[in-house]
């Protein structure tokens, strides 16, 4: 099931993509559909290999020494 849902996004965001080629995409979804460029962003590089795609993982500061599973690193405080 999660599979046809990462497989859904990129399908979208290819298609928004294809009819707005001079906009930047943020799309926003939870770690498990694009860590380590996995799911959604693995099919999206697949379904459009020309897109320049960045991954970003929000980690809280007490996670601090973690690998981060995205090609930036927001830091956050947990309130």
């Known amino acids: 099931a999660q599979c046809l849902k990462d497989d859904k996004m990129a399908e979208s965001i290819a298609a928004f993509a294809d009819a707005h080629q001079n906009m930047q995409i943020l ?11 996995l799911g959604t962003a693995q099919k999206l590089e697949a379904l459009r290999p020309e897109l320049k795609i960045a991954v970003i ?3 809280e500061r007490k996670q601090k ?15």
Not at 27 to 35: A, L, R
Not at 69 to 79: E, H, I
């Open 27 to 37: 799309h926003i979804n939870g770690c498990f559909h694009s860590d380590a460029h």
């Open 57 to 59: 993982t929000p980690l």
């Open 65 to 79: 020494g973690e690998k981060p599973a995205g090609d930036f690193v927001v830091w956050f405080d947990r309130k």
